[in-house]
């Protein structure tokens, strides 16, 4: 490479005799230069080295992914659907009250609300999953009410709740003490400031997370499949899985990859502009 | 007849922190209170021990004859019949004006819709916003907002106002607007007990004015003599420098500077 001996800044005092100096400008054409060389490199290797027919034939298999048609979208992804807004629905609640114990002044509420939201936000979902499995055989003749659903809802809503309930705590938090105390000097009771006052806008104030938390519920409610679950209960992961086994064939988890996305990217999105919109509107 | 505010004795702490010091006044049925005195001297923790938004640590306060302080009391019925207006409003953004005004109306004194509708719509014509029934709070001004607020209060028919600075988060053209409609409410025998520090609008509307500073009153009388002609060193010295800003280089500060 040829350089220019005068390409180096007019600094007076910086420069050492001897050796040439790149200007930061030239500096960075050649940074960015070995960086696309060592891109192309890549892409070429790629398409050289891996067996694409092979590829094709393994993960987008036409007719295997006809087959999964309509029921990854009938049954698993309706599945799927019911277990992560069951779960969330009852997991908000859950994690409402456990927010309003956090913030309780009865001091045993707040322990109680520690505890619980401690010990859930710290396990892995899978083991509360394998732990409602076990539910049965730790309480004779109890039963999820619900069946396979109940449990699937069951379990996506101890983990969420922990979650919300932190989340909901900082929305409450969020409403800023005055307007309670404007509720109050009105004549309203603590609870009903809260309802009428103050949750409506912790809620609104918490959307933007809370969406997140969706999507995060969504991906943790593959977790079913632990459940043994089978038939019309299956979601979307389960299903893949089993249709691949049977089809000796990963084409089957791409759809179903691809269906999860279809749900996980407009959601994700969603939750940036609302977050946008909130921060605009402050 | 009972004393329509009468408050004895009163102390509050927070903490180590002794805010009021022993403050014992009356306010009388269609009286004007005004009080004023510097930052910090507990005009805000007095007007909120007198609705107790604030627990008073000593010290008895009743309105209209019922003692708030007795533990058994129902506080939620008494505050009823007491507005606060606060400085910085208070409304609530997730619902509209009208909304705002029938809220407590319907949840607390159980008007049906109908009625807390037409109420609202009377008292926000009364503060002169009644344009604005459908806006939101964030879309007014400040001094519409303020009125809105004042509204609100007085939809729930209150026996007395307390106003916490109403005017002080204001721009200054904006001002005008609410004091005219605490003006008003003044002539028409509304009980009204103001922490303010338009002096002007105290020596013209009050019937009486208290001067507080570090937590106790140290004067009180009618404005032409706390406000015309001050007794104590204290008032004089907070007077020259609410009075005449321009030599109140040294701040707004409570300490009294060394005469
Ligand atoms: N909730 C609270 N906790 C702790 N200290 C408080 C609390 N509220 C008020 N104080 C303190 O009490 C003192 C008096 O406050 P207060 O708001 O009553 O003064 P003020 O006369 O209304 O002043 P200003 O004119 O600035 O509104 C201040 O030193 C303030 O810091
Ligand atoms: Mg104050």
Redesign the interface.
Same mark, same amino acid.
């Given at each position: 490479m040829t350089q220019s001996t005068t390409a180096g800044p007019a600094g007076p005092a910086g420069h050492v005799p001897g050796r040439p100096r790149f200007s930061p400008r030239k500096k960075q054409q050649i940074s960015r230069g070995v960086q696309y060389t060592v891109l192309i490199a890549a892409v070429v290797a790629l398409a050289f080295l891996v067996n694409w027919q092979g590829l094709a034939q393994n993960f987008a298999k036409m007719d295997v992914a006809e087959q999964s048609l309509p029921d990854v979208f009938t049954i698993a992804l309706r599945n799927t659907i019911i277990y992560t807004v069951g779960g969330f629905v009852l997991g908000s609640l859950g994690g409402l009250v456990l927010a309003l114990m956090r913030l309780s002044s009865v001091r045993p509420y707040r322990w109680i609300a520690t505890v619980y939201i401690e010990i859930f936000r710290g396990l892995p979902a899978l083991l509360i999953f394998l732990l409602i499995l076990f539910l049965p055989l730790a309480l004779p003749g109890f039963q999820v009410p619900g069946g396979t659903y109940g449990q699937g809802i069951l379990g996506l809503a101890i983990v969420s709740s922990a979650y919300m309930a932190e989340t909901l705590r900082a929305g409450l938090q969020a409403v800023p003490k005055g307007q309670a105390e404007a509720a109050r000097s009105l004549g309203m009771s603590h609870s009903r400031a809260m309802i009428s006052v103050v949750i409506p806008q912790a809620v609104r104030i918490v959307i933007p997370p809370t969406t997140n938390q969706f999507v995060s519920l969504l991906k943790d409610s593959s977790l079913v499949l632990f459940l043994g679950v089978s038939g019309e209960y299956v979601e979307l992961t389960k299903f893949g899985n089993d249709l691949a086994s049977t089809t000796s064939n990963a084409t089957p988890i791409m759809v179903v990859g691809l269906t999860y996305l279809l749900v996980t990217i407009p959601l994700g999105y969603l939750a940036g502009r609302l977050e946008a919109r909130q921060a605009k509107g402050r | 007849m009972p004393h329509a505010v009468q408050i004895e004795n009163l102390h509050k702490s927070f903490g180590s922190l002794e805010v009021l010091k022993g403050v014992d006044f009356t306010v009388d049925e269609g009286q004007v209170v005004c009080v004023i005195g510097p930052s910090g001297s507990g005009k805000s923790t007095l007007l909120r021990c007198v /609705?107790l $938004?604030e627990q008073p640590t000593q010290g008895k306060v009743s309105v209209g004859g019922v003692e708030l302080t007795d533990p058994d009391v129902d506080i939620?019925?008494a !505050?009823?019949r $007491?507005? %606060?207006v +606060?400085q910085?409003f /208070?409304? +609530?953004?997730?619902l509209s004006v009208l909304r705002n005004v029938m809220?407590?109306q319907q949840?607390?004194?159980k008007r049906g819709r109908a009625e807390a509708e037409r109420v609202a719509r009377e008292n926000l014509g009364k503060v002169g916003v009644a344009e604005k029934c459908d806006a939101f709070p964030l879309q007014l001004s400040g001094g519409q907002q303020q009125r809105v607020?004042i509204a !609100?209060?007085l939809a %729930?028919d209150p026996a007395l106002m307390l106003f916490d600075e109403p005017t002080s988060a204001l721009d200054p053209e904006l001002v005008g607007d609410v004091l005219a409609v605490m003006r008003k409410l003044a002539q028409d025998g509304m009980t009204m007990l103001v922490v303010t520090h338009e002096m002007g609008f105290a020596r013209e509307v009050a019937d009486r004015v208290v001067f507080m500073d570090g937590g106790v009153i140290v004067e009180e009388g009618p404005p032409d003599q706390v406000i015309g002609n001050p007794q104590h060193e204290r008032t004089r010295t907070f007077l020259k420098r609410v009075l005449d800003p321009g030599h109140a280089d040294d701040g707004a500060g409570a300490a009294p500077p060394a005469a």
């Open positions: - | /609705n $938004l939620d019925a !505050r009823r $007491l507005g %606060m +606060f910085s /208070n409304l +609530f953004p997730h809220i407590a949840r607390v004194l607020a !609100r209060a %729930m």
